[in-house]
């Protein structure tokens, strides 16, 4: 589905993303004004996407009684991860990318992946930051250094941070995984008005849950209560 439908939020109430027909690259609204992590660029955004109006509306009533007893709420980073102009680590980092992350934090039922909860899932000793991948993932055409990954095993699908750039603005951009035509990494995606990505909910469980198994391929969690 679209991460943010054509026209959903207006571009008055809404100054960082300047056309609505495009939509916008943020989650949720966020109180005062939003920037990306270098200060370069700013603006309001006081409604939220699409995305979000669907995944804490119609899909989280959709789920049976006990499955939303099981689900709480929880406190989502929705900052911007930044593309930098330098990579490296003098540049960017994955701490740096999770301090953008956390600029702005959204409090609800039903979120979406994190940048750095991709980048740090992968077995790459060369996976070092959003922008390291991005760069080698462009130049070669085909996989990033943050494979070996299992959150990268998939179809293309959705994040909850909004892709910036230290050059440029980019209000209708998110940072996408991506696993087609040999091309694994994570991305940007601009076309975020249609629903050419996947999406893959997440939700944090009550601190009392109770899981069977392990964890792994043989022995997945269940949730027994």
Sequence with gaps: MAFDEANNRLTENNTYCSNSQYG???YAAVSGIFQTPSGN???????DSSIKEYLNNTYYNSLTDTAKSQ???HSYNIGAVELLDQSGSDADSIAKNIVGEKMYQWNGH??????SDILRASLNSSCKSATSQYNQLIQESSISTCD???LLESYDYWTINYFGRETHKTPHTVWTAINKDDRIGLTAYQAIETSDSGVRPVVFL???TILKGVGSYESPFRIVS
């Design 24 to 26: 916008c690259g943020i």
């Design 148 to 150: 070996s990954n299992y």
């Design 41 to 47: 660029y700013s603006g309001t955004v006081i409604e």
């Design 110 to 115: 039903v979120g979406l992946v994190n940048v």
């Design 206 to 208: 009550k601190p009392t």
């Design 71 to 73: 689900i709480i709420s």
